[in-house]
Each structure stands twice: as C-alpha cells, then as structure tokens.
C-alpha cells in the first residue's frame, strides 16, 4: 500500500472535517472533479459554492456534476477566487467547513491562463476568514508549470506565518521529486 496521491489526501483531511449537510468552497472548479467530490460530501442538503475565472471551466463542472445528479447543492460562480467571500451569503460567513485550491491552471484549456501567487494570497486569507473554527483549507500546488514554483513558495510562507492561535499548517509532499505536486493545508483554530 502506498502514500494517497496529494489530491487524495486533501479529500480525506476535508472528509474528516465536514459531512452532510455542510457548505463548503471548491475555490478553483477547473473539470469539476472537487467540486462532484465535495457535492457528494454534503449531500442534498448541503451547499457547495464552486468558483472558476473560466467559462470553460464551469461549462465543464457543471456537465461532470450534471451527469452525476449532483448539480442541486451546488452554486457555480463565474468569479476569481480571490472574491470568494461575495459568493457566499452573509449568514455562511464564518461557517464554512472546508475550501478546497487546486492551483494551476486547466487541463486541457489554455495554460496561459494560471493562478497567481497575490489573488491566490488574498483568497488564502478569505477562505480562513470564512471557516469556521476546526474547518481545514487545503492548496494543491504545482510547482512544475512555468509560475508554479512562484505560486508554491508564495503558498507555503503564507501558511508558516499564520499566527498559531489563528491556525495551524501542514506540508505534504515528496520531498525527493522537487517539480512534483504537494499540498499544503491550514486547519482555522478553535476559538
């Protein structure tokens, strides 16, 4: 048996996390694949918001979680992920239970068109300001594309400068493939 791939192990640490019912982010909605994950996640009575800066990306999400029957809980939101917070009403401020990153840019689709590190920085911030207290952010991260490495680097000192009492980190990665994809994940403290 072999260590979970970096995406597997984001769903686990989010399934740990949140459950039926729940609303939670897919940050970056890309082919739909988070997104289909997360909506089977909370179920019928939950609510995910999926945002995406691409009309391709969500023409594509939105046909993924049409074909599994999963399109209800869902909000589809043409709207950088550095906007999150004005996707989510007022009343789910504060009560999010998981925001999913998958960074890059998407497969198959223009690879011109990539996450940057300061719109992803200030969505970072947003996604821990929406949580709720025990909710988890996790980042994908792809340091092998050109702006990647950037991104990646970017990512991780947010996270290992986020005060303690404000939420603790974690890296994983392989540490022996260093263009390979990793994860960083933020759990908000409890208060």
Request: hydrophobic residues 40%.
């Amino acid at each position: 048996m072999g260590f979970l791939s970096v995406l597997s192990q984001a769903h686990k640490w989010i399934g740990e996390r949140a459950g039926l019912g729940d609303v939670v982010i897919d940050a970056t909605a890309g082919g739909g694949v988070d997104t289909l994950a997360l909506a089977e996640l909370v179920g019928r009575n939950g609510l995910v918001h999926a945002l995406d800066i691409q009309q391709e990306a969500l023409y594509r999400t939105r046909e993924r979680l049409s074909a599994a029957g999963s399109l209800e809980q869902v909000r589809l939101h043409l709207l950088d992920h550095a906007r999150m917070a004005e996707a989510v009403s007022p009343q789910h401020q504060g009560c999010v239970s998981a925001v999913m990153f998958n960074l890059g840019y998407l497969p198959g689709g223009d690879t011109s068109v990539i996450t940057t590190p300061s719109t992803t920085i200030e969505a970072l911030a947003s996604a821990l300001n929406l949580l709720k207290p025990g909710g988890i952010v996790t980042c994908v991260l792809y340091p092998g594309h050109s702006g990647g490495d950037t991104e990646a680097l970017a990512v991780e000192a947010w996270a290992a400068g986020l005060p303690p009492a404000e939420g603790h980190a974690v890296l994983y990665r392989q540490p022996q493939r260093n263009t390979a994809p990793y994860l960083v994940a933020v759990e908000k403290r409890k208060r």
